[in-house]
């Protein structure tokens, strides 16, 4: 049975060349692919049709995204009137295809009308009439008559002989590449960020100019004329083929416009990352309750709660709490109305996960926080092998039931991922390498590195483990003897071997790009990969804490803050959080509060041996010589060194009348290998030893890690900020090109051929 030209299903009439349907009203036009499914579908009457079969005679063996096909089922859907849950035309049959469920009948000729000209041909040559109830007004436009396909055909080659749409186009593409690269390059090269915006806006403002040159030009391979000077039989004179002309001509810079400035006020993933305000949607996941029989499988509920929090922290519109708080409640549960206030949240989401052999069984309940109610619940089941549908449909059900509060557009598309391997086996060895690499120790570390490498064997194009691999090597020289010089090329091997065989990991394996670079001093290189992976996961405390740090190694403190109370928002347990945000506080002279965060960060578990430079610096600010001789002797046991010193430095602080002893003392110890270079270039500037801090801080660069280069931004700095040489410093270190590029901090400024700070 031909369809090609027209057939029934149920109280609809089907039109393939005109891509119309219609149950007597108007009719209703479908997208041509729209169409080719729903012939697809009419051409196998009762059958299921796979997805392979549309790809072959839908888009010609083309290949597509599953999305793709499920747009064009959900929109045929819509035209038909059909619910997917209750299917009258089209039934899904999971994992295989789709199913038509009525009849399929030929148009009677009767049942047409006069021919339409034009009409779409994609799918063959004959035209189908439209429906013989359809109005005449709706046959063609209103107003005066559709132009001819003479008249047509000549303002056509109008258009071609002088030119207008080749150049047209040939300036759009030839703009927006060299747009593209402006963007990806300047930033690079120090380039400050209104350059590229002012750049974008030229070629916008060059494209409408272009054309109309070209209208009033005629452009000729040797030569260029005016159009009057054109003969009169090679003119478009019809008014109204110059009227069509302008028409089309507009609708083109339209589409143009439109996309450019897309690009100079849209969002872009090296722009400066926009921090959420505080009344968007909160929710924590808690740690899902292993309550399989087998004790060892708790790595997996483990990891489903980590997938799960990863996949919902990539809703730009919601708050997710970080895993480390979240995990605080691993072993102890009490009212879910006390643990949503201490972890900021309106709503929890808490579970249970199964595991028997191949089957898994996953429960779900979604709860108000303020007052302990039930939300949604829902129980999922399947085989091991469907567990990343199972996750999928947990955080689609999620997301539909906080749509009505969240103001983010494409929610549901950004929590849906595809799978990261299809080897269970290799993501069973990824989730356990996690499980290790969160541990963050030594041994610990080398374990999961092993077992990512072991998830890899199984399985080369698991991106997702090599970006854990990358992690693990990044973080190793941290917690073990390890060097970075090392560890750091075997890293960014990893992701790049990653990338190369999925380019959707790229962003995910940008955080860790961004901590190589920052501890590289690659300032501007760093930034970027900050800023492309706070635009991929903006739900991520570990990279606005990272970010905080860098932001204060480059002098600006004030957005260092600001991240580091984000990372505080997502993560409000975290000890290190709490103490990254004490940092940022000291060195904006906000004391009290920095030491409120000291103390949280110690009442949440902090190791007094972790980062005690602050509380040290924060000390000696209040007078408080007794508390900081203790963390003096603390840092000195720490680091296996002597400490005769510390009596005299002290001292001197306290009374400047005994500074040359305190020098004295400092020099000795430094001589003797007795004082770490970190402190001692502290130590210097706190005696108001300028010159030798500066001395130092030139040696310093050559040993970055025993170089804290926030604390040139602090109080105790300032003589060292208003030294004569410190541009020379900043030049040396490189941070003025980061200044240049992404705007100066409010301490300094450029001033000629040199740079001024206070």
């Known amino acids: 049975m031909s369809l090609n030209s027209g057939f029934r299903l149920g109280r609809w009439s089907v039109y393939p060349p005109h891509g119309s349907i219609t149950d007597g009203g108007d009719p209703i036009h479908l997208e041509p692919k729209v169409m080719g499914v729903l012939m697809a579908l009419a051409a196998r009457e009762g059958e299921v049709v796979t997805r392979d079969e549309f790809i072959q005679e839908v888009w010609m063996g083309r290949v597509v995204t599953d999305e793709v096909l499920s747009r064009c089922i959900s929109l045929l859907r819509s035209a038909l009137g ?89 300036y759009a593409v030839i703009g927006w ?209 469907d567990v990343f549908a199972l996750q999928d449909s947990i955080t689609s059900a999620i997301v539909i039931e906080l749509l009505p509060k969240l103001k983010e557009r494409g929610a549901l598309k950004q929590v849906a991922v595809a799978p990261p391997t299809e080897d269970l086996e290799a993501y069973e060895l990824y989730l356990r390498g996690i499980a290790q690499l969160r541990k963050r120790d030594e041994d610990p570390i080398v374990r999961s590195i092993r077992l990512f490498r072991q998830a890899i064997e199984r399985d080369p194009g698991f991106a997702a483990a090599h970006v854990q691999l990358a992690a693990a090597y990044a973080l190793l020289p941290y917690y073990s003897y390890e060097l970075e010089e090392d560890m750091f090329p075997k890293a960014v091997e990893a992701i790049e071997t990653g990338i190369a065989q999925n380019p959707a990991a790229e962003g995910g394996a940008q955080g860790v790009l961004a901590f190589i670079a920052f501890r590289r001093w690659h300032w501007v290189e760093a930034e970027l990969s900050f800023r492309r992976a706070l635009y991929a996961t903006p739900n991520d405390s570990n990279l606005h804490q990272w970010y905080s740090q860098f932001l204060a190694f480059v002098g600006q403190i004030e957005r260092s803050t600001r991240h580091a109370q984000r990372a505080k928002e997502l993560d409000v347990l975290s000890p290190v959080v709490n103490d990254r945000l004490a940092v940022t506080y000291l060195w904006q002279d906000e004391d009290e509060l920095a030491r409120r965060q000291f103390e949280l960060a110690s009442e949440l578990g902090l190791a007094p041996t972790a980062n005690p430079e602050g509380r040290l610096i924060l000390q000696l600010r209040s007078g408080e010589y007794d508390e900081a001789r203790e963390t003096f002797l603390l840092m000195q046991k720490l680091l296996g060194r002597d400490a005769a010193w510390i009596d005299t430095f002290l001292e001197g602080v306290r009374d400047p009348g005994t500074r040359p002893a305190a020098t004295a003392a400092m020099d000795g110890a430094a001589k003797h290998g007795e004082i770490s270079p970190r402190y001692l270039l502290g130590a210097w500037l706190i005696l108001d030893e300028t010159d030798r801090a500066m001395d130092l801080a030139f040696q310093l660069i050559r040993e970055p890690a025993n170089f804290d280069l926030e604390f040139l931004f602090s109080r105790e700095a300032a003589d060292v900020r208003t030294h004569p040489r410190f541009g020379e410093l900043v030049r040396t270190i490189g941070i003025d090109r980061h200044w240049q590029a992404f705007g100066w901090p409010e301490s300094c400024r450029e001033s000629g051929d040199d740079i001024v700070c206070k």
Request: glycine fraction near 8%; charge should be positive; charged fraction near 25%.
């Open 82 to 170: 059909d619910n997917p849950r209750k299917p009258l035309f089209v039934q899904t049959v999971p994992r295989v295809g789709y199913r038509l469920l009525v009849p399929v009948e030929n148009l009677e000729a009767k049942d047409a009308a006069p021919v339409r000209q034009g009409g779409d041909r994609a799918f063959d040559e004959t035209v189908a009439p439209l429906p013989a109830d359809t109005p005449k007004a709706q046959q063609q436009s209103t107003g005066a008559p559709a132009p001819s396909r003479r008249t047509g055909r000549r303002y056509l080659k109008g258009l071609q002989r002088r030119n207008v749409l080749r150049i047209g186009v040939i």
């Open 177 to 385: 590449i060299a747009l593209e690269a402006i963007w990806a390059f300047l930033p690079e090269l120090g380039v400050p960020g209104w350059v590229h915006k002012l750049l974008t806006t030229l070629v916008v403002i060059g494209w409408p100019v272009v054309l109309v040159s070209a209208w009033v030009a005629e452009v000729t391979p040797g030569q260029v004329r005016m159009d009057r000077e054109v003969q009169k039989r090679q003119r478009v004179s019809r008014i109204r083929g110059r009227k069509l002309e302008f028409l089309l001509l507009g609708a083109l810079a339209v589409g143009f416009l439109y996309l450019m400035t897309q690009r100079w006020t849209g969002v872009d993933a090296t722009d400066e990352p926009v921090l959420p305000k505080s009344n968007i949607p909160a929710l924590a996941v808690l740690p899902f309750v292993n309550v399989g029989d087998n004790d060892e499988d708790e790595y997996f509920s483990d990891g489903l709660t980590e997938e799960l929090i990863s996949a919902l922290s990539r809703v730009k519109g919601l708050r997710i709490v970080s895993r480390t708080s979240t995990f605080a409640y691993k072993d102890q549960r009490g009212d879910v109305r006390d643990i949503g206030r201490d972890l900021g949240v309106q709503t929890l989401l808490e579970g249970s996960v199964r595991k028997s052999g191949d089957e898994i069984r996953i429960s779900t309940r979604l709860v108000d926080a303020d007052n302990g109610t039930q939300l949604w619940g829902d129980t999922y089941e399947g085989r091991l092998e």
